[in-house]
């Protein structure tokens, strides 16, 4: 079992411009949550999805954006670039409710 | 508003002895608690969970406790090693069971020889 990966693992992009980052969920799970940790933070929830459908979003602006796809996987998009978008990017899936989140490794979005 | 606080300050502990990590909150009445263990530049790795009915939790050389009461969990390791020192995570889900996670800052730990 491959876990959840993510992809890429760094990025680099300019003020302005527009980012997505992919993420495969662990077998057998078909919920995906995109978390944003900036350095020295905890990580804070961005949106969930369930069955292709946001169900779930944090206080986050209407440039961060989702999909997910019959296939479970996800992406998260993110327009119009800000300094402050810089952070590590997380994915995690789960299953059932109340249980625990696995998380992958996380992008390093890094924007200049 | 609400707020998760965890040890705001590094923990360093010397190997064998037990370390106690705090996690306080206000203003939200989760069904359970998470901790996750984070090195550094990877993401978040599940070690408990302990839900509003359970006082106590124990895997291993962990132990958490959950008070909800005084509004606070207590993470325990025993016997500590240097591979324990990372930075631990306490996490709420105050979405009703969908798993939609509310972390604190998070506790370094460093464990020396």
């Given at each position: 079992d491959a876990g959840v990966t993510q992809s890429p693992t760094h990025l680099i992009k300019t003020r302005g411009q527009q980012v997505t980052l992919r993420c495969s969920p662990k077998s057998g799970h078909d919920t995906v949550s995109w978390y944003q940790q900036a350095l020295g933070q905890g990580p804070q929830f961005i949106f969930q999805y369930y069955e292709e459908e946001e169900r779930q979003r944090g206080?986050?602006?209407?440039?961060f954006s989702g999909h997910q796809f019959p296939n479970y996987s996800s992406e998260l998009n993110v327009n119009?670039?800000?300094?402050?978008?810089?952070a590590l990017y997380l994915c995690a899936s789960s299953f059932q409710a109340n249980t625990e989140a696995f998380f992958g490794q996380g992008t390093r979005l890094t924007v200049v | 508003s609400q707020k998760i606080e965890q040890n705001s300050e590094a923990l360093n502990i010397q190997e064998g002895k037990t370390a106690t990590l705090t996690c306080n909150y206000t203003n939200y009445s989760p069904a359970y608690l998470q901790w996750y263990r984070q090195d550094p530049g990877r993401g978040p790795v599940f070690l408990l969970l302990i839900r509003e009915n359970e006082k106590e939790k124990r895997k291993e050389r962990l132990k958490v406790t959950f008070d909800t009461t005084l509004k606070q969990s207590l993470f325990h390791i025993t016997a500590s090693q240097p591979a324990d020192s990372a930075t631990y995570l306490c996490a709420l889900d105050i979405s009703s069971g969908y798993s939609t996670l509310t972390f604190g800052k998070g506790t370094m730990l460093l464990v020396s020889p």
């Open positions: 206080n986050f602006p209407d440039r119009a670039l800000l300094l402050g978008d810089s | -």
